[in-house]
């Protein structure tokens, strides 16, 4: 494996290997056969920097600020903290969540309907039978991808947002300790 320069492969990832976390299969094979260094890892996108992260931040808990100073509130970090994530991975996480929620009470139905199908007594129609176990595979599928996208995009914000805070935090108690 080549030093690893340009860009991110997840930013030039297509549909598929987003979906099946393919991008980063020859940083796991390179790294299976030996140690990973510094050179092979992939440059950070932009949206997990932590001079944007804190920047942002610190914008927003400034803004939060004089809302509430105008209000005559508290300020509140967590407000500050939600606006820095854009709203898309909010509602991205939300739909997987829900998708994967259907995906969790269907497969138990259409496992009901195709025992129902192959118990009765009367002639088995296999086409019928057939589709259940494909609907079964399918559901399965679809809810194993619903959760492990879930779950990965929302490290993903825990990790933007815990950088965040803990730069502005070490920010701020850069500023006091020199005072």
Known sequence: MEDSTGQNPRETAGFFSLLTFSWISNVLKFGNKEPLEEKHLFPIETSFQAE?????????WLAE??????KKTKPRLWKAMITIIPYRDYFIVVLLRLFYSVTFNLLPLILWFFLKSISSVSEISYAVTLSYVIGMSVVSIARSVCSSQAAFKMDMVAIRMKVAVVGFVYKKARIFSRS
């Open 52 to 60: 944007k992260l804190v920047g942002d931040l610190e914008r927003e």
């Open 65 to 70: 600020e004089r809302a509430c100073e105008q």
